[in-house]
């Protein structure tokens, strides 16, 4: 099966569903799970300094024997290194523990410190061929509009929280102009038992004989959300990817976009936020 994919604004096709690894651990189980996805036909990994699992990542896409061409690998610049100087150091580390000459994308994976600094990085290595796509994560309209205006560069794609109780429509409103693509962390909504038991789905799982993460991520897909559901279970791994042998209806699509509640999880501009994730993820603390 080949997964489609989402033009960017820089030109570069994204495969529309991707893996994602957060929260897997270093133990062998992001590489087992890694490779059973690319085994099953993902094409598309999603990881992040922060998630301290690129090393696996990496061996599990080299030792998958497909072409480096066909999988789009996604990392992300931890907030302890921003700046230029630093953010260029950090994307040698990333592109050396993941064993790869170039990365597909890479992201401002907090918004805070000195954004712009590491955007530049960014951009000089997305010039010498080291990165293909740069975009940010967890920007809201109020941060977006606090660092876009200083890049030189537009982003491709802003990563956030995003699932059907949790839509981002004012976000969408301002990237769409720009035509920046939104993807979606936790597409599942992170377990929460309401989305996965809500009514709306439940009746479209049943009416297409698929299961509720399968109608989140088609409705999702439709939407025109680059997703990335996770799981380390081969059979989870698997039916995450079966979403596109049916489609949802005008009206079905509009009734998904009605659970919308206008919250999420997890807000990024709260106070004290970045304090609060140096704390949690100290990317250094082995160096």
């Known amino acids: 099966m080949t997964t489609p994919t989402i033009k960017l604004n820089d030109g570069n096709k994204i495969p529309a569903i991707g893996f994602g690894t957060f929260q897997i651990p270093s133990d062998g189980s992001t590489y087992q799970a890694v490779?059973?996805?690319?085994?099953?036909?993902?094409?598309?990994?999603d990881t992040a300094v922060a998630y301290f699992n690129e090393g696996e990542v990496g061996q599990a896409i080299q030792d998958s024997?497909?072409?480096?061409?066909?999988?789009?690998?996604?990392?992300k610049l931890?907030?302890?290194?921003?700046?230029?100087e630093a953010a260029t150091k950090a994307i040698e580390t990333s592109l050396r523990k993941l064993g790869l000459d170039y990365l597909d994308?890479?992201?401002i994976?907090?918004?805070y410190g000195d954004v712009p600094g590491a955007w530049r990085a960014m951009e000089a290595a997305q010039k010498a061929g080291k990165i293909r796509s740069i975009g940010v994560s967890n920007m809201t309209p109020k941060l977006w509009r606090q660092f876009v205006p200083q890049f030189a560069t537009m982003p491709a794609v802003n990563q956030v929280e995003f699932n059907p109780y949790f839509q981002q429509r004012d976000l969408q409103a301002l990237l769409a102009p720009a035509d920046v693509k939104i993807e979606a962390w936790a597409p599942l909504g992170q377990g929460n038992q309401a989305l996965l038991q809500d009514p709306v789905i439940v009746s479209l799982a049943q009416k297409y004989g698929k299961d509720v993460g399968q109608v989140i991520l088609r409705f999702e897909n439709q939407a025109g959300i680059i997703v990335f559901p996770k799981s380390v279970h081969p059979a989870r791994i698997k039916s995450n990817l079966d979403i596109f042998d049916f489609t949802l209806t005008d009206d079905e699509m509009a009734a998904m976009r009605a659970l919308d509640t206008g919250h999420g999880?997890?807000?990024?501009?709260?106070?004290?936020?970045?304090?609060?994730?140096?704390?949690?993820f100290d990317v250094?603390?082995?160096?």
Do not use: C
């Not at 490779?35 to 990994?45: C, E, F, N, P």
């Not at 024997?65 to 990392?75: H, L, Q």
């Not at 931890?78 to 230029?84: A, E, N, T, V």
């Open 35 to 45: 490779s059973d996805a690319l085994k099953v036909g993902y094409r598309h990994i």
């Open 65 to 75: 024997g497909i072409a480096r061409e066909d999988i789009w690998v996604t990392s």
């Open 265 to 280: 999880r997890h807000n990024p501009e709260a106070p004290g936020m970045a304090d609060l994730l140096l704390n949690a």
């Open 78 to 84: 931890w907030l302890q290194d921003y700046g230029f």
């Open 284 to 287: 250094h603390a082995n160096d």
């Open 105 to 107: 994308l890479y992201l």
């Open 109 to 111: 994976h907090q918004p």
